[in-house]
């Protein structure tokens, strides 16, 4: 069989349309085809590994691709041949591979990441964390491709706000960048995580515990509240959570539907929890009585502590915050510092720390002890949670210190 003449720069540019689609061949399975309009494109054909199934792969159009460049492609795609490797396929999965990674940027895969973090922690906490990402990280992380993500880049980006002190928030940046990288490899985008160790590289934030006050101090606290000069709304939702020892956020958004007066059960579904577990608080008469003030106010609403500029929602949860530090409380009790002063009051009262535990909702890591808690501990807790309220209407009237002995009663 004669082989084939090479073609040359001038045969393949003076190449003409003809009335059917032609080629020229350029030896060892390479193509010029030729179309009827005249525009030229280059083929390679071969013989596809193990099945031995002729076909042909597009190298590209004349003149982008000079004959020069096609012979190029051509060793390119003889060589992957000797290792039993199809080119087509090969071409299809870097392509593949190039569109994946433009097309999975950061901010791409954190929003699929967040789809599945919503459901794991409570509404607030879920609007706040997407929140942080979209003003801290998006803007200069957000179009990059997952695969170019790098410790270095990130740190870039953290290190301002390490720089201005905010620890706390660095800490919680790298624990989130990392959740994000981890679904990457989860989900086959990246083979490792670059971030893995992305908080050695930053000072570690030192623990701060929520400012709150001394259970002999409750008696000046409830002083102070019922002389304060802050709307009735707010005075309640400081009481109420205060009774209650739920955080800030629950307090803030508890809803009429919530509340079961036939059981005597405040019951927070579990959307509105952190972590995402629904939590029954009994209610005492003392928080009955509160409920009943509030009736008149918001009876007819959904939320129980309306918004004061939109009360078709409810109060935001730093409400009781900014009222604690109007009343002189600033560095010394937050509304979240409240919980910890009910926590201490019920310890030195002998109470079961168990009791205690599952009142502020702290999910025990036993699963086992867990799931007897939670069937045995609502009427322990009712009797627990009474103390409590009956011991705060004594502060209100001066009186602890002399009249708590007879409240106590141990869990």
């Given amino acids: 069989m004669a082989k084939t003449k090479p073609l040359t720069n001038t045969e393949v540019k003076q190449a003409k349309g003809k009335e059917k689609v032609y080629k020229l061949s350029d030896g060892d399975g390479l193509q010029l085809r030729v179309k009827p309009n005249g525009n030229k494109s280059w083929l390679l ?19 982008a691709i000079s004959l020069a460049d096609a012979r190029k492609l051509k060793s390119k795609f003889r060589e992957l041949l000797a290792k039993d490797i199809d080119p087509k396929e090969y071409k299809d999965d870097h392509e593949r591979i190039q569109l994946e990674a433009v097309s999975n940027t950061f901010k791409h895969i954190a929003t699929n ?20 990402l979209e003003n801290h990280l998006f803007p200069e992380l957000g179009k990059l491709p997952i695969s170019k993500v790098t ?59 929520m400012p709150t006050i001394s259970p002999e101090e409750l008696p000046e606290l409830m002083k102070d509240l019922s002389y304060a000069s802050i709307k009735l709304v ?55 009585e509160l409920l009943n003030r509030l009736k008149p106010i918001s009876g007819h609403r959904e939320h129980i502590f309306p918004g004061d500029r939109n009360p ?7 409400t009781a915050n900014m009222a604690l530090k109007r009343m002189g409380y600033e560095n010394r009790l937050v509304a979240h510092g409240l919980r910890a002063l ?18 502020l909702a702290h999910v025990d890591k036993n699963e086992v002890r867990r799931a007897y808690n939670r069937a045995d501990y609502l009427e322990r807790r009712r009797v627990m949670m009474g103390w409590w309220s009956e011991y705060i209407e004594l502060a209100k009237q001066g009186k602890v210190g ?10």
């Fill in 45 to 63: 054909d071969y013989y596809k590994p193990y099945t031995k199934k002729r076909t042909s792969i597009g190298l590209g159009g004349y003149p």
């Fill in 113 to 132: 990441w967040f789809e599945i973090k919503k459901t794991q922690v409570s509404e607030n906490y879920g609007i706040d964390l997407w929140r942080s």
């Fill in 151 to 209: 410790a270095p880049k990130v740190i870039e980006v953290i290190k301002p706000l390490a720089a201005k002190g905010s620890l706390e928030t660095v800490k919680r940046f790298c624990q989130r960048l990392n959740e994000i990288m981890t679904y990457s490899v989860n989900t086959g985008l990246i083979h490792a995580n670059p971030l893995s160790g992305l908080r050695a590289a930053f000072q570690k934030p030192v623990k701060e515990n």
């Fill in 234 to 288: 707010t005075h309640l939702l400081i009481e109420w959570q205060l009774h209650t020892m739920v955080r800030p956020s629950e307090a803030a958004g508890a809803a009429w539907r919530e509340i079961n007066l036939e059981n005597k059960v405040w019951e927070i579904p579990a959307d509105q929890m952190k972590k995402k577990r629904g939590h029954n608080v009994p209610l005492t008469e003392q928080t009955i």
């Fill in 312 to 318: 078709r929602t409810h109060l935001n949860e730093q």
């Fill in 342 to 359: 009910a926590s201490t009051t019920l310890n030195q009262q002998g109470f079961d720390g168990d009791l205690i535990e599952a009142a």
């Fill in 402 to 411: 002399v009249s708590n002995a007879t409240l106590k009663i141990v869990g």
